[in-house]
C-alpha cells in the first residue's frame, strides 16, 4: 500500500490553519489585479483583505461566486471577462465547460496554474494504485472541453506512459487498449461501457487484456455500486470514481473503500451549502461549494458548483481524513425532480437500471401530463425486463414510472457526458 502524504491524515486545526494560510497570503495581490474579484470584495464590504485575520470568519465574510457570474461576466467583457489576475499574455491554456447548464464559460491556465492542475492528478493516480508502471489510455476527445487534459499532464508528470485515443472510432479504441497492452483506462463510466459493448461486437473480452485499472468522471456512475459493478465485470478491472470541474480543478478522488469520494483538502477548501438557510458548514447534506488554492491566474473564490452532496468527516478505513462526499455526488441540484411528492435524482434511477445486465443504453423522461409530473423510462432489454425494472423502481424509490423496452441500438451512444435525462410536456 503506497504511504499517505502528510495532508491526507491532517487534524482539523492543521488542514484549516495550512488553508487559511494558503488563501490569506493571495487575496491582497487578487483584490488589487483581478477586477472581477475586487468589485465583489468591494460589494461585500472588504476594503482590505489583509483585515480578515482567521479561517473561521475570514473565509466566511468572503462572497460566493456563482457560474452565472462567471458567465454573465464573459458576455460583458468578451472574450474571457475580468477574472484574470494577470495580463493576457501570460495565460499559455485555454479550456471551455460543456455547456450543458447555459452558455459555455472559457477558462484560462498560467503555467503556475496548470502545473498545478498536474500536481493535483498525483493523489488521484496514487489513491488508484497507478503508477509510473502503468500504460493509461485516454479514450478522450481532446477537444475544447479540460476532461482528460489534465490527467494526461499529470500522467506525464507521474511518468507513466501515455496512450492517446482522440480522433479514433470506438472499434478503434478498443482494438489500440489491445494492442497497447494498456493497464489504466480513463473515461466516462458511459463510455467505459461503450468500449464494452464495441469490443464484444468485435468478439473481443476486454476482460481479458491487460487493463486492471479504471478512472472515471463527468458522471456520478462510478460511485454507483450497480454501474461501477457492471464496469469491473465488463472490463476486467478496479474501478474508482474522480470529480472535477473546468472552472474549479481535479478536486475529488475515490479511495480503496470506494464508498464515496474525498476531496483534496491540500488544494480546495470544501464547504457544504444549505439552500434553505443560506448557512455553510463543515459538512453534511447539501450543494458543494469549493475555493481552489492554486489556480491564481483565474481563481473560484467560494464557488457554487450546484452538485447536491453528503460530506462526511471523520478518519476513512483508507487512513484519510480528508472529507468524504458520501456516495460521490448525488445529482446538480437542479436536476432533482419530484414525482408525486417524492425527490428523486436521476442517478438513484441509474442505480437500480444498472442493476439488470440485459439492459443496454436507457433514458428517462419527466413529462408533464395534466398538469402531474410523470417519470418515463426507456430501456434496450427484453419486455419482461422492463416489467421487473418498473418494479424495482416503484418498490425502491416509492413512485410509478412507465418502463418501455425497445431494441439493443435504438439509443443514443455518448462519449463524454451523457444526456439521458429530459423534462418534456405532453
Not at 468485435?202 to 486492471?212: N, P, V, W
Amino acid at each position: 500500500m503506497t504511504p499517505l502524504e502528510p495532508f491526507e491524515t491532517w487534524t482539523r486545526e492543521a488542514r484549516r490553519q495550512a488553508q487559511w494560510r494558503r488563501l490569506a497570503g493571495r487575496l491582497p495581490a487578487l483584490q488589487l489585479n483581478n477586477a472581477f474579484y475586487r468589485r465583489k470584495l468591494d460589494v461585500a464590504g472588504i476594503a482590505d483583505t489583509r483585515d480578515l485575520s482567521v479561517m473561521e470568519d475570514g473565509l466566511h465574510l468572503l462572497p460566493f461566486t456563482t457560474k452565472t457570474e462567471l458567465s454573465d461576466d464573459a458576455a460583458a467583457h468578451p472574450p474571457f471577462g475580468t477574472n484574470l489576475t494577470y495580463p493576457i499574455e501570460k495565460y499559455v491554456r485555454l479550456h471551455q465547460t460543456s455547456g450543458t447548464t447555459g452558455r459555455p464559460l472559457r477558462i484560462l491556465d498560467d503555467a503556475e496554474s496548470w502545473e498545478w492542475w498536474r500536481e493535483c492528478w498525483q493523489p488521484i493516480y496514487r489513491a488508484a494504485g497507478v503508477s509510473a508502471a502503468d500504460r493509461i489510455f485516454f479514450a478522450f476527445s481532446f477537444g475544447p472541453f479540460v476532461g482528460f487534459w489534465s490527467a494526461f499532464a499529470g500522467a506525464e508528470r507521474l511518468g507513466a506512459m501515455c496512450l492517446t485515443g482522440g480522433a479514433m472510432t470506438t472499434t478503434e479504441r478498443v482494438a489500440a487498449i489491445v494492442a497497447t497492452e494498456a493497464t489504466v483506462l480513463m473515461c466516462t463510466p458511459t463510455y467505459a461501457l461503450r468500449l464494452a459493448e464495441a469490443a464484444r461486437e468485435e468478439g473481443i473480452d476486454l476482460a481479458r487484456s491487460a487493463l486492471r485499472v479504471s478512472i472515471h468522471a463527468g458522471e456520478p456512475g462510478a460511485s454507483i455500486p450497480a454501474t461501477r459493478d457492471r464496469i469491473e465485470k465488463e472490463l476486467g478491472v478496479v474501478t474508482f470514481d474522480h470529480t472535477g470541474a473546468t472552472e474549479v480543478g481535479a478536486y475529488g478522488f475515490s479511495c480503496s473503500a470506494r464508498d464515496g469520494v474525498h476531496i483534496n483538502e491540500s488544494e480546495f477548501i470544501a464547504e457544504i451549502l444549505d439552500t434553505a438557510t443560506g448557512e455553510a458548514r463543515d459538512e453534511g447534506e447539501g450543494e458543494l461549494v469549493l475555493t481552489n488554492l492554486g489556480r491564481w491566474g483565474m481563481p473560484v473564490i467560494r464557488y457554487r458548483t450546484g452538485d447536491r452532496v453528503n460530506a462526511v468527516r471523520g478518519a476513512c478505513s483508507c487512513g484519510r481524513t480528508l472529507v468524504k462526499l458520501a456516495g460521490g455526488i448525488a445529482g446538480r441540484v437542479d436536476d432533482m425532480v419530484t414525482v408525486r411528492g417524492v425527490n428523486v435524482f436521476p442517478s438513484a434511477i441509474e442505480a437500480i437500471v444498472r442493476r439488470f445486465d440485459h439492459v443496454g443504453e436507457y433514458r428517462v423522461a419527466l413529462a408533464r401530463v395534466r398538469e402531474m409530473d410523470e417519470l418515463r423510462c426507456t430501456i434496450e432489454a427484453p419486455a419482461d425486463v422492463a416489467e421487473r425494472v418498473a418494479g424495482a423502481i416503484h418498490s425502491e424509490l416509492g413512485i410509478r414510472c412507465a418502463v418501455e423496452a425497445v431494441a439493443p441500438g435504438t439509443l443514443p451512444r455518448f462519449e463524454m457526458k451523457a444526456k439521458r435525462f429530459s423534462k418534456t410536456n405532453v
